[in-house]
């Protein structure tokens, strides 16, 4: 059975970071892995992802320059650092995991696997 648990949000303030972590158990994932995000409202949206070797990265025109995603496959996590947040990205976190793909990708359907989700609120 493969889980992926997400930690590492909360309330913070506009201006803030927060880093959040997402742990896989069940398989090592030989793939690559990615973040997304859904706000009250609104539909899940693709935030960043990357590749096995973490050599390759993908982010959303909206995180870009403030998120970095990194991953450490010794420990089979995934990892989010978000800097300089906004209200705007107030959302619950999900990591994700697809099961054939190599290179980071922004299209939800290649994901099988999917956490719960860590709630980050950005507010004054």
């Known amino acids: 059975q493969v889980q992926l648990v997400e930690s590492g949000g909360g309330l913070v303030q506009p201006g803030d970071s927060l880093r959040l972590s997402c742990a896989a158990s069940?398989?090592?994932?030989?793939?690559?892995m990615g973040w997304f995000r859904q706000a009250p409202g609104k539909e899940r949206e693709f935030v960043a992802a990357?590749?096995?070797?973490?050599?390759?990265?993908y982010y959303a025109d909206a995180v870009k320059g403030r998120f970095t995603i990194s991953r450490d496959n010794t420990k089979n996590t995934l990892y989010l650092q978000m800097n300089s947040l906004t209200p705007e990205d107030t959302a619950v976190y999900f990591c994700?995991?697809?099961?054939?793909?190599?290179?980071?990708?922004?299209?939800?359907?290649?994901?099988?696997?999917w956490g719960q989700g860590t709630k980050v609120t950005v507010s004054a």
């Open positions: 994700a995991a697809p099961s054939g793909v190599l290179a980071p990708t922004p299209n939800s359907a290649v994901y099988d696997y």
């Open positions: 069940g398989r090592r994932f030989a793939k690559a």
């Open positions: 990357i590749s096995w070797i973490a050599g390759s990265t």
